[in-house]
């Protein structure tokens, strides 16, 4: 391989017995639609078979990944790989990347990402020390990618189809080569698609080769249900070997991938059990007491728990912490819906002095608002003085849901337009 560093395990086999891997879960969105991915169900999008069971925020990221260092003493690498794509949202990635680097400066760091919105910032990567990127290419022929992905949406802006595909695969041509003008190690994920893309496999392994990639892994689909292509058959052992032996005649190629979750923890395919409480614990930590917001929003249909979705709530009920423990200020009125963003603007208006709301679920681009407003969402069942006690106190909530932010309701539309 080229000028591979041998302690990042997926690059090199024979560190996967020896050298750990952390993924931290801090992109919550995508910025595409692969047919082979329904994101209420376990996936492969961007190398990952799974959702994670929480997404955290950058200063979650780094608390967590300091608790998982005292138990895993041979981490050797840091990654970002999910369980939405790490560009999608730019701001969450490079602020955990500033803050990973600072508390861990000898760590590898990598990221896996679909690529259509890398290229604007790998300046700032090389800056902040990532050495080795992932792409998941599935085709470079557009008439073969229009079949795969939908949608995918730039900016503000959706294409869809033909005009999808010629845009993902400029931005992906264009990032791989800014990449390795900075030195940075780029893998390349295809997964095969029988039927679609399997006998088209080698042609990507020959451009990107022609491009500077490094090394090339061929993951067999496995359909989520109720995704575009729930119904194709994975490929067999034959069909395996095949993209495989074809694909290496062009480039390096990864043997032992372990499909690795966005949560992932541990070696290659013996991933830390702990791991999983672990993460859901510091997922419900927020940061320090904050004296220009003293209050905290909860969504409750009763007062006693948190059980109530944002989108549901009509008033939100305020608290304060006290001598005497946490005392029930007021019910507040929430913004009437029909408004789309401008709702949740409001929102954070209305709540801009409180420096945390608990609710029981939130849709994407709500959470993203508000928490822009400097209000951090905690998504959780149980008492409503647990999750207080979180807040004011600082402590893990180990009563944090496993969130439904990629669970949509039967009348989404599917459009990419983002929730009103």
Request: charged share 20%; net charge neutral; proline share 6%.
């Amino acid at each position: 391989m080229n000028d591979i560093k041998p302690l990042h395990p997926c690059f090199d086999k024979e560190s996967s017995h020896k050298h750990a891997r952390v993924h931290l879960p801090v992109a919550p969105k995508c910025n595409i639609q692969c047919n082979y991915c329904n994101r209420k169900y376990d996936c492969v999008n961007e190398s990952r078979p799974g959702v994670t069971s929480a997404v955290l925020a950058p200063f979650q990221a780094v608390t967590y990944l300091k608790a998982l260092h005292h138990q895993l003493k041979n981490i050797s690498v840091i990654g970002i790989a999910g369980p939405g794509d790490p560009f999608a949202t730019p701001e969450l990635t490079l602020e955990t990347l500033r803050l990973v680097k600072e508390t861990f400066p000898d760590k590898i760091f990598c990221l896996s990402s679909n690529g259509l919105n890398v290229a604007p910032y790998v300046n700032e990567l090389a800056e902040l020390g990532v050495s080795h990127v992932t792409f998941t290419i599935n085709a470079i022929d557009p008439a073969i990618s229009q079949i795969i992905y939908p949608w995918v949406r730039r900016g503000k802006v959706v294409y869809r189809k033909l005009q999808a595909a010629i845009v993902l695969l400029e931005q992906q041509m264009k990032a791989l080569v800014l990449l390795k003008e900075k030195g940075i190690t780029v893998k390349v994920n295809s997964i095969i698609l029988p039927g679609v893309n399997d006998r088209h496999i080698p042609e990507v392994a020959r451009m990107v080769k022609s491009l500077g990639a490094d090394v090339m892994n061929c993951i067999p689909v496995v359909a989520s249900a109720g995704s575009g292509f729930e119904k194709m058959d994975e490929p067999d052992a034959t069909m395996i070997f095949r993209t495989r032996a074809l694909v290496k005649e062009h480039i390096d190629i990864m043997t032992h991938c372990a499909r690795c979750w966005a949560e992932a923890a541990g070696l290659l395919g013996q991933d830390m059990e702990s791991a999983y409480g672990m993460l859901q614990e510091y997922a419900g930590m927020v940061p320090g007491n904050s004296t220009d917001r003293p209050y905290v929003a909860v969504a409750t249909h009763e007062g006693l728990l948190v059980n109530q979705h944002l989108g549901e709530a009509g008033s939100l009920s305020i608290y304060r912490q006290t001598h005497n423990g946490f005392k029930w200020i007021e019910h507040r009125d929430t913004p009437k819906p029909g408004t789309g963003d401008f709702r949740w603007m409001e929102m954070g208006n209305l709540l801009s002095d409180c420096r945390a709301l608990l609710v029981s679920g939130v849709g994407n681009k709500p959470l993203e608002i508000i928490q822009n407003s400097g209000i951090r969402v905690i998504q959780m069942t149980g008492l409503i003085d647990e999750g207080l006690e979180a807040v004011f106190e600082n402590k893990p909530l180990r009563t944090v849901k496993k969130p439904d932010a990629f669970k949509c309701g039967d009348t989404c539309r599917g459009n990419a337009q983002g929730c009103a």
